[in-house]
């Protein structure tokens, strides 16, 4: 485990890129590397997250540009290894528009942007990524965004219930996504797409710890 | 080499909330405007463009269209083209 290195992905305009990295290293004493969104070489990293933030300063749809980063085209092939991806609220507007995980991140309903912490069901145990201990858990984590209302059609949602695919559905929606969805996991578990902030929720000064299970299992294999 | 310029409209689709439509058309009520039954936001690029007649133009257009300008999980998009 001492060599595992989670790369760090960095676009112009990412702003979590340094909490991610701080909560990994200082907080589970977990290597990271920054990766500048156009290297396209993942061979030394173990798991990769991609950070909040406004890639691309949100141009056009948020998401919708880094999509063409070498660094997102060369994810399919780290994706298909197996290895761990994590998208945290702009990394996870970036999973749905390239196609990772189904479905897309639009305006809140209220169209605020919402800086809270909210409390979260955690529905699935795919891919290991929160604590489920058997039972139906619930935790809290910040949210911090303008457009994280989740949407997809009926049939990707019936899909998503069916193969356990929703890892966090909101217990109070604050802004209207379909089935009160927070994150989501692919098929194979190894993705893990929320709007929600595990990284701020790291140590008990600031607010809760509810966030360290989420990154700890990054190293999970 | 033809150049063509194009009109491309991209809408939220139907059965997708548009809130920003309802903010701008609560303020249009506010406004003093009678009668608006519907508002809702899109965006219009505007494109201009070169290749081997309208066909060869058209496949290009409709690539940007399905991978970059909309997102056709959420939106839908239809253009205009008019040679130069």
Request: proline letters at 3%; a negative charge.
């Amino acid at each position: 485990m001492d060599n595992f290195t989670v790369g760090v992905v960095v676009f112009p305009g990412s702003n979590c890129d340094r909490d991610v990295s701080w909560a990994l290293e200082g907080c589970l004493d977990i290597r990271t590397k920054y990766l500048w969104h156009e290297s396209s070489d993942l061979s030394d990293v173990d798991a990769i997250v991609l950070p909040g933030g406004f890639s691309y300063g949100d141009y056009l749809r948020c998401g919708a540009i880094a999509r063409f980063s070498p660094l997102i085209n060369a994810l399919d092939d780290f994706v298909k290894s197996g290895r761990r991806v994590l998208g945290i609220c702009n990394g996870f507007q970036i999973l749905t528009e390239s196609g990772f995980l189904p479905g897309a991140l639009t305006a809140n309903k209220n169209l605020n942007f919402i800086c809270d912490d909210v409390e979260l069901d955690i529905v699935s145990s795919k891919g290991g990524w929160f604590n489920d201990g058997g039972e139906k858990q619930t935790i809290k984590l910040p949210i911090a965004h303008g457009e994280g209302r989740y949407h997809c059609d009926s049939d990707t949602l019936k899909k998503l219930v069916d193969d356990e695919l929703i890892a966090l559905r909101y217990k109070n929606n604050p802004n209207g996504s379909s089935f009160d969805i927070a994150g989501i996991t692919n098929e194979k578990g190894n993705v893990l797409g929320l709007m929600p902030h595990p990284e701020r929720a790291c140590d008990e000064t600031i607010g809760g710890t509810d966030g360290l299970f989420t990154l700890k299992s990054l190293i999970l294999k | 080499m033809d150049q063509f310029a194009v009109k491309v409209f991209v809408r939220l689709r139907p059965s997708v909330l548009d809130p920003a439509g309802e903010a701008t058309k609560s303020a249009s009520i506010k406004l003093g405007a009678e009668g608006i039954k519907s508002l809702r936001i899109g965006k219009m690029i505007e494109v201009k463009i070169e290749g081997n007649g309208e066909n060869e133009v058209r496949e290009k257009i409709d690539l940007l269209c399905d991978r970059l300008f909309a997102n056709t999980v959420i939106e839908d998009y239809e253009y205009s083209l008019e040679k130069l």
